[in-house]
Structure formats: structure tokens, C-alpha cells
């Protein structure tokens, strides 16, 4: 998605999109267009006799003003 200008976040399952855009702004120090948010479900998980889930969690993608970029570490 960086062809985009598009950055995926993990966020707090509470943060709104302008509590969002603005950490993503005063972090990084560009502006940002737009927020889309998805709230995941966990998935349930079987280890031999035992059932749990994963916890439920929140993406944010965040679209960049033209010309800004975020420095991404390559792994």
C-alpha cells in the first residue's frame, strides 16, 4: 500500500480517528488525508485440550498528503 500512501497501524481498540490522525501527525510529522478504521475479531485457537481466543483488536490505515512519506525499516 505505499504506492498509495497508505500506512497500516496497530491502534488502541478506544482511539478515534482524530485521536488517530493526530498522533500519526505529531509522531511523524506529516499530514495525513484520511482514516480508515477496522475493528478485528479474535480468532478462536485450539492447544490440545484447551479452547481460547485471541484478543479482538484495531487496525488504522492512514492515507498521507502527496509527497510525504514515512521512513519504514526494512526486516
Request: no cysteine.
Amino acid at each position: 500500500m505505499l504506492q498509495d500512501n497508505k500506512y497500516i497501524f496497530h491502534v488502541a481498540g478506544d482511539a478515534n480517528k482524530i485521536q488517530i490522525k493526530q498522533a500519526v501527525e505529531d509522531i511523524y510529522n506529516v499530514s495525513v488525508v484520511k482514516v480508515n478504521t477496522i475493528k478485528a475479531r479474535g480468532k478462536w485457537r485450539r492447544i490440545r485440550h484447551h479452547i481460547g481466543k485471541t484478543p479482538d483488536w484495531k487496525k488504522a490505515i492512514v492515507t498521507l498528503k502527496e509527497g510525504d512519506k514515512i521512513e519504514v525499516a526494512a526486516t
